[in-house]
């Protein structure tokens, strides 16, 4: 069966306490209008079964006692069985869709998004407490993960029995993660080394996180870095791809003016899908690729891709930088070696202090994005950020760079940070949720007209006066009448369907959920999508002037 992903949305510039009484209360009004048409429905369907009953037992009473007297006819009821099922059954489909509007206007307006926020924290909280006090509570947990990545590996079932281990222990992650990185730091035993290393790596940096975890990964950065400067060597060099002028056009198929095209860019650099195939200089390199844009007023602004952990051997993306972009030191995460090749990278390309930047990242990608953020802004101008999957919570990200973070709920990555991603109006979050699906296709046909005089009027805009909305209907079913569907867009009320992936499904860490999750969110019309995606466009402007790929590689 394909797999589908419905999203939440946090963070972002909340509405007003008016407006979400507002739209609190229209809510609950379609919800009670719901739960009258599924009673109706129910007595309709009982009507119908009373009808039958009644004439099977007149037939039965009259067919003894008066031997055939009255014929059919004189027996036919007021109402037909048949015609109360048929009104039954429309009533239940007005119920539905009275529901899934209902559930449309809460989640589009995160009308319940801080109070889940916070149920959040506080199991975080509790199991984060529980794990760092009694620590071999944690026992069970990490020797899960393994048995279940083991079973995979000998039953070559492609990570399966892990994608089903994330799937059940999605709720706890965080708050095991957390507080097993408070045990290391409390314990004195490992609590004073990872101390002590952390005190010498933030000597002279003025932003670092004082988060267990990313103190962990500073900790376990300076044996991890060393370890891989043995194998690869810390001699890093960075390539532009040389390819005909007319060529560099066909790299991507959209040219990434918004954030879908950009992450639908970005799922193909990191699946190697080009249109155009560069030369493997070195099999083992990392590729990011930058595009310039130029704006209406003469500006010019960047676009960066970056993509996530690709293992390979001589790759600044490997494994063990993962742990050195996660770290509490600024000097750690300038120093990561996928860093310093997208740092190299955007020096090369030309891009000066004052031009607007972007950049999208998946993975580790997403957590190079959050670190350049945070620590090149006096270098760079970042405007905007996209990570795909990325935990960046701990990043001290400033508050000028906005930040577009999709997050799905039951895959562990985004988790390893141990906390959620900060509340303010330029950072939403969007989270999804994966589930199978009985068919492929469940949208409800949405022509434009008909899309923003209903949802947008309710949804998104708010709920208008009475009258306006008749005149919109009229409107509507004007257009219903006359309007052809063949090319307009599917309103998917059970959420996105995600498109290459078997249906068996992969692991939530795919890019291809991200980009459902994302779409999803973008369906709903919601304002703090709205807003992300007009700062991304007037960030870049409108002329794609240029699209480069770049390759890294280390070496002794």
Known sequence: ?????????????????????????K????????????SLSTSWMQAAMQIESQKSSVFSENNKNFNGYFNDDSLQPLLDPAECRIKSSQCESLSNKLDELSSLIIRANNLYANAEYKNRENLDNLVSIGTSIFPITAVPFFASVGFSILLDMTQKSGMKNFSKWSHETAPIQQGFIRGFSKHFLINPVTGIPVHFISSIQERNSNKHSNDPVSKLASALSLFSAKINDAKQGNNLKVIKIRLPHREYSKIFHYRGSNISQALGNLTDLSNGNLGVKPPKINADAATITIQRFKKKDGSISWLVTIP????????PFGWPQNAEVMSSSKNVRQNADSTRMVIEAMRKSGIKAKDSVILVGHSQGGIVAASIASDYSKQYNIKHIVTAGSPIANHPIPNKTWVTSIEMEDELVPTLDGASNPNRNNWVTIHGTAKKSATAHNGTIAPKTAHNAIYNSLVVNGIKSQNKNKENNKKNNKQYRTKSYKNEKLFEKDGILVKNVPEEGTLTHDLNYHKAAYEDAHQLGSKEIRMQEEHFRKTLGDELEETTLWQGIMSH
């Open 27 to 38: 809510s609950a009004k379609l919800q009670e209008l719901s739960n009258d048409f599924h």
């Open 308 to 315: 996530g952990t690709d293992g390979k051997p001589k790759s």
């Open 1 to 25: 069966m394909p797999w589908r992903v419905k999203s939440t949305i946090t963070g972002g510039k909340t509405i007003s306490v008016a407006d979400a009484s507002e739209y609190k209360t």
